[in-house]
């Protein structure tokens, strides 16, 4: 298996010198995947959106081996988080103590090298392969999206790559956000009653949530998560002028996260509940709550061929975890669909991100037992 590592290693460090940060554009990084792929006899096809700041990004669905549905799709995101300026060598593959650490090293370029190198390998397929590349997960998973939206990317089972440590990871909760803005009337601080503070009603709206998040959400239980409930948080919030100024406005995000059997209104619902409390508790309270993103979760069966598959060949029984990834819109185009790929999410998105080298190794081996399993003859 060593034999693999120099081609797999070069790989990583051609992908990780590609600045992908999802403010810029991908179309470096999939140029050089979609070039690497129809050298290996996979044809190519992009689509392309403009994001919302004006920047032009592409997704990439190449197939080998017949025309269709896929029998297997392997799935990569080629954007990563920004990098810290003081890491200098970001974007340059170093190796410390049998790890290579560069921005994107396991989020998820080291998946996406294992993938290229067990694509190139496919050889006598009897179903097709497929390579799926998107853009823009990092910030709201908006390439799977346009996916799902044009019907690109069907298959029958689906590896999404994200650093899980080789665990196939069945289920993942969805994630979904809404601004909640509470108005009230502004005045001179010495004079409370000639004007209504809204920092003070946006706090008697947050102990209700509070109140909600800890006992309502807490008796809706999915036993296969950790935690096992749907999840709140308020991150933000912002409001007034001035120490000395009674508040017009407070905005504050709310956050949930929600195990895949709820529905992903199920939050927003109680917030609008609470809206109406405080209404009829205080008819001149004004609150606005505007929905910003509801991604649903995703919970394949255990004993789906796929997750079977990844277990066996890991050694590692499938688990489930509490962030977003991208398959539920594989599920959407009628993958089942399982998590797995090499590094640890706990050093994503951090200076110092690495991926262990024997975690590569074995990534790229059980993506190629995964071809020959699905795609094979």
């Given at each position: 298996?060593?034999?693999?590592?120099?081609?797999?290693?070069?790989?990583?460090?051609?992908?990780?010198?590609?600045?992908?940060?999802?403010?810029?554009?991908?179309?470096?990084?999939?140029?050089?995947?979609?070039?690497?792929?129809?050298?290996?006899?996979?044809?190519?096809?992009?689509?392309?959106?403009?994001?919302?700041?004006?920047?032009?990004?592409?997704?990439?669905?190449?197939?080998?081996?017949?025309?269709?549905?896929?029998?297997?799709?392997?799935?990569?995101?080629?954007?990563?988080?920004?990098?810290?300026?003081?890491?200098?060598?970001?974007?340059?593959?170093?190796?410390?103590?049998?790890?290579?650490?560069?921005?994107?090293?396991?989020?998820?370029?080291?998946?996406?090298?294992?993938?290229?190198?067990?694509?190139?390998?496919?050889?006598?397929?009897?179903?097709?392969?497929?390579?799926?590349?998107?853009?823009?997960?990092?910030?709201?998973?908006?390439?799977?999206?346009?996916?799902?939206?044009?019907?690109?990317?069907?298959?029958?089972?689906?590896?999404?790559?994200?650093?899980?440590?080789?665990?196939?990871?069945?289920?993942?909760?969805?994630?979904?956000?809404?601004?909640?803005?509470?108005?009230?009337?502004?005045?001179?601080?010495?004079?409370?009653?000639?004007?209504?503070?809204?920092?003070?009603?946006?706090?008697?709206?947050?102990?209700?949530?509070?109140?909600?998040?800890?006992?309502?959400?807490?008796?809706?239980?999915?036993?296969?998560?950790?935690?096992?409930?749907?999840?709140?948080?308020?991150?933000?919030?912002?409001?007034?002028?001035?120490?000395?100024?009674?508040?017009?406005?407070?905005?504050?995000?709310?956050?949930?996260?929600?195990?895949?059997?709820?529905?992903?209104?199920?939050?927003?619902?109680?917030?609008?509940?609470?809206?109406?409390?405080?209404?009829?508790?205080?008819?001149?309270?004004?609150?606005?709550?505007?929905?910003?993103?509801?991604?649903?979760?995703?919970?394949?069966?255990?004993?789906?061929?796929?997750?079977?598959?990844?277990?066996?060949?890991?050694?590692?029984?499938?688990?489930?975890?509490?962030?977003?990834?991208?398959?539920?819109?594989?599920?959407?185009?009628?993958?089942?669909?399982?998590?797995?790929?090499?590094?640890?999410?706990?050093?994503?998105h951090q200076t110092g991100e690495h991926v262990p080298i024997e975690d590569l190794i074995r990534c790229e081996a059980v993506l190629a037992r995964a071809v020959a399993h699905f795609c094979g003859k």
């Open positions: 298996m060593s034999d693999t590592l120099p081609a797999l290693r070069a790989t990583l460090a051609e992908l990780v010198a590609m600045d992908t940060t999802s403010a810029r554009p991908n179309a470096p990084l999939i140029d050089y995947a979609q070039a690497r792929l129809e050298k290996a006899g996979f044809s190519a096809e992009r689509q392309r959106y403009t994001d919302d700041a004006g920047v032009e990004k592409v997704n990439l669905v190449a197939v080998k081996g017949g025309t269709g549905r896929a029998a297997l799709a392997l799935v990569g995101h080629s954007d990563c988080v920004p990098y810290d300026a003081a890491w200098t060598d970001a974007l340059k593959l170093t190796e410390k103590d049998g790890k290579l650490y560069a921005r994107g090293a396991c989020d998820t370029k080291g998946f996406i090298a294992c993938a290229l190198h067990a694509a190139e390998r496919a050889e006598k397929l009897s179903a097709p392969l497929m390579v799926v590349l998107t853009a823009d997960e990092e910030i709201g998973l908006i390439g799977a999206k346009k996916l799902v939206a044009a019907g690109l990317g069907r298959a029958r089972h689906a590896i999404v790559g994200e650093p899980t440590k080789l665990t196939p990871v069945r289920a993942n909760k969805g994630y979904c956000l809404a601004e909640v803005e509470v108005l009230g009337k502004e005045g001179h601080s010495a004079y409370p009653d000639t004007g209504a503070s809204a920092i003070f009603r946006a706090g008697r709206f947050l102990n209700r949530l509070e109140q909600l998040a800890t006992t309502v959400l807490r008796e809706e239980l999915d036993e296969g998560f950790q935690p096992p409930f749907t999840t709140v948080n308020v991150g933000v919030i912002q409001g007034g002028k001035a120490k000395n100024i009674l508040p017009g406005s407070c905005r504050f995000t709310v956050e949930w996260r929600p195990i895949p059997g709820q529905p992903t209104e199920r939050v927003s619902e109680l917030l609008e509940s609470i809206r109406q409390e405080l209404v009829r508790d205080e008819p001149a309270y004004e609150a606005r709550i505007r929905v910003l993103r509801t991604d649903r979760g995703v919970n394949t069966r255990a004993d789906a061929e796929v997750v079977r598959f990844l277990a066996e060949a890991s050694g590692n029984a499938s688990t489930t975890v509490p962030f977003g990834t991208e398959a539920p819109q594989m599920t959407e185009l009628g993958a089942e669909a399982v998590v797995f790929g090499p590094g640890d999410i706990r050093v994503a």
